[in-house]
């Protein structure tokens, strides 16, 4: 049976008090989504049914009933409590997508305390921001990256329990180790669920922006009304699919609909934790036999360029519905998927704050390739001038995406960082910060952003973090980083530099920038490109032009340059 009713008989009748309902929530109860995700399912009678089908590299397979989850996130809810882990104190995840992440995620919850997932790919620097924003008392980690965390300890006295989930007593513990086997523990049957409520903190995301550190996305527990009724109705989730969301959970796609979104609604879900490749993809559908695939732009068009024999060499007849977030989603990606799976791929819009889907392309709806699609039932979005902030009520006229606040997902704060918070409010509208505009028939089409932020592959990069890693190399004077285009990307990261006096612009030295650089940064932050100049474009009070680069490198008109000198 599907979930799907029309988009305009949704629009008509909605209210989210559909998702209490159906959660059998009432205002005031408490509610926690580690019970949501595990005991419920359980009680509803699906303990046996699998939960996760997990596979990493060369094969190797775990499989986990609903049971399992329960008994799992009770196990290690239990362990951090005997650590001392309090209410509301915040333990990072810093895992590969293994098991334990999943669990450890739900076991975090269960406890009342507040899951911090990083992606595990952070070199030492990038997860101390994020760490000491945080003020984390616990990380859960792998012994693969511990030495990342090791290197920064002595600078963290608030990080109490350094939690290794594979150790094997090879080499001895250090300071503040302690080792955990989730599978091997004795199994805690009943754990006594911390009673947390809507307001009470679930998950910090964090997130890049322009300027300054990244910021910590501050989650309820309420998010679970908007994150189990998006899954249910955009993604259409129905009992018997096999579900393969493609995000790490480091990002909250991996969260809202790796983990919360599913599992809220007893669904079977399978991971893959290798990299990225067409024929493992394939594999994996075939094999998995996968119904529902969530994905995202990039991935997309690297399958797009993979060409359509590897598609026939597989079966993935499984297929039923695809959908995408992340980036833009572009009109040729969607009508390749339609031709090539039968099925268009979806796209959808939203950010870590919003914590759950903003506008999508419903299920049912008439698509127009390239475009977001309409606002979910239950949200109010509007274009807004850029100055006024009022709602432009003309067909086609760019302007700032805004939606009125107040969906169960929404952040509630920035950690420790309430003035910028309060600075993504105008006018009683919320600003995601992007650009775009309004058809005909209601659907919105993406513009760009309305910041310098770098989306590459799906992945925010602040253009402010990469040039401060380049000025700490002793050759750089200035840099400027913008983005660049490309086929697969979509933007990859490009910097520009000047050189301070007696050093010779040379392939050489751009390498040596680039090893520097790749010790403080992400993977996903490294630049493609380091371009020499003489002098960077500034305006009149000495500030760097991005936007004239920016024009460059995207062969755009770059307009009247006195206007911009005054910025
Ligand atoms: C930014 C949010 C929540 C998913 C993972 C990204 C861009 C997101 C789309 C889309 C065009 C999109 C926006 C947004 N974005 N989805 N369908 N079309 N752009 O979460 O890291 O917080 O990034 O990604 O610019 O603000 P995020």
């Known amino acids: 049976m599907s979930n799907i009713e029309s988009y305009e008989k949704r629009l008509k009748d909605f209210d989210w008090s559909i998702a209490e309902k159906e959660l059998d929530y009432n205002k005031g109860d408490s509610i926690n989504i580690g019970w949501y995700c595990s005991d419920r399912i359980c009680k509803q009678g699906k303990a046996d049914k699998k939960a996760l089908i997990w596979e990493g590299l060369g094969g190797i397979e775990k499989t986990y009933t609903f049971n399992d989850v329960r008994l799992r996130s009770n196990t290690i809810a239990s362990f951090l409590k005997n650590l001392g882990i309090k209410t509301e104190d915040r333990v990072c995840l810093f895992m590969d997508k293994i098991p334990e992440l999943y669990m450890g995620f739900l076991g975090i919850l269960k406890l009342g305390a507040i899951a911090q997932p990083l992606f595990s790919a952070f070199g030492d620097e990038s997860l101390h921001v994020r760490l000491d924003n945080a003020q984390t008392t616990a990380i859960i980690t792998q012994r693969k990256h511990v030495s990342k965390v090791r290197k920064i300890l002595d600078q963290m006295p608030y990080l109490k329990h350094i939690i290794i989930v594979d150790y094997e007593g090879k080499n001895p513990l250090r300071e503040r180790e302690v080792a955990f086997n989730m599978d091997d523990a004795i199994q805690v049957e009943n754990f006594e669920i911390s009673q947390t409520k809507a307001e009470s903190p679930s998950v910090l995301h964090y997130t890049s922006g322009t300027t300054g550190q990244p910021k910590g996305v501050k989650h309820v527990h309420y998010s679970l009304i908007s994150q189990y009724l998006t899954t249910k109705w955009v993604l259409d989730l129905q009992d018997d699919d096999i579900y393969w969301c493609t995000a790490d959970p480091g990002w909250v796609t991996g969260t809202s609909y790796g983990i919360i979104g599913p599992w809220s609604l007893g669904i079977t879900q399978c991971v893959l934790d290798t990299g990225f490749s067409a024929e493992s993809w394939y594999k994996f559908i075939q094999k998995r036999k996968i119904t529902v695939w969530y994905s995202a732009p990039t ?59 903003m506008l999508t392309n419903y299920p049912g709806m008439k698509i127009k390739p390239g475009s977001m699609g309409k606002p979910f039932p239950g949200i109010t979005a509007s274009i807004l001038d850029t100055k006024t902030f009022e709602p432009i009520n003309e067909i086609g006229k760019p302007g700032l995406i805004g939606f009125k606040p107040g969906w169960p997902a929404m952040m509630r704060t920035y950690w420790r960082n309430e003035e910028t918070y309060q600075k993504k409010f105008e006018n009683g509208w919320y600003l995601p910060g992007d650009r775009a505009y309004i058809d005909n028939e209601g659907y919105y089409w993406f513009i760009g952003r309305d910041d310098d932020v770098i989306n590459t592959g799906g992945h925010l990069v602040s253009p402010f973090e990469v040039e401060s890693a380049l000025l700490e190399h002793e050759a750089v004077a200035e840099s400027a980083v913008v983005a660049k285009p490309d086929d697969v990307n979509m933007e990859v990261v490009k910097a520009f530099v000047t050189l301070k006096p007696g050093n010779e612009a040379s392939d050489e030295l751009e390498l040596k920038i680039m090893n520097f650089i790749r010790k403080k940064l992400s993977p996903l932050a490294m630049p493609q490109e380091i371009e020499y100049m003489d002098t960077l474009p500034k305006t009149r009070s000495g500030k760097i032009m991005r936007r004239l680069l920016h024009a460059k490198e995207w062969g755009e008109e770059i307009g009247d340059i006195s206007t911009l000198e005054d910025d």
């Open 299 to 357: 991935a997309i068009r690297s399958l797009m360029k993979a060409g359509e024999n590897i598609i026939k060499e597989h079966d993935l007849s499984s297929l039923r519905h695809l959908a995408s977030v992340g980036e833009p989603l572009n009109a040729e990606a969607v009508i390749w998927s339609e031709k090539v799976f039968g099925k268009a791929f979806l796209d959808t819009y939203w950010q870590t704050e919003t914590g759950s889907m």
